[in-house]
Nanobody, 118 residues
Framework: QVQLVESGGGLVQFGGSLRLSCAAPGSIFSRSDMGWYRQAPGKQRELVAVITIGGSTNYADSVKGRLTISRDNAKNRVYLQMTSLKPEDTAVYYC????????????WGQGTQVTVSS
């Protein structure tokens, strides 16, 4: 079973910063667009940011200018640098790998909790 392993979550004050990291198997990472999603209590899971194999990025409007996604192809890791955090950023953050080739499988991590206090 493919495992994506997130780390870096925690409790931070309003305006603070965190960096999330996600490690993926190389066989998956090298063939996938990578993304971060989040799910707050009582809400649906939503896309936060995605980075393609080629390095193109896309962000949810609510995080533009504050969160930055990046990938290290040598380490098979994707990162989410989070700055100027707000209480509404509180959620479980999930790493996602989406194969760009058939069968276009998606893989998920178990999630890491980010809590922003006001």
């Amino acid at each position: 079973q493919v495992q994506l392993v997130e780390s870096g979550g925690g409790l931070v004050q309003f305006g603070g910063s965190l960096r999330l990291s996600c490690a993926a198997p190389g066989s998956i990472f090298s063939r996938s667009d990578m993304g971060w999603y989040r799910q707050a209590p009582g809400k649906q899971r939503e896309l936060v940011a995605v980075i393609t194999i080629g390095g193109s990025t896309n962000y949810a409007d609510s995080v533009k200018g504050r969160l930055t996604i990046s990938r290290d192809n040598a380490k098979n890791r994707v990162y989410l640098q989070m700055t100027s955090l707000k209480p509404e950023d509180t959620a479980v953050y999930y790493c996602n790998a989406h194969l760009i080739y058939w069968p276009r499988n998606e893989y998920w991590g178990q999630g890491t909790q980010v809590t922003v206090s006001s």
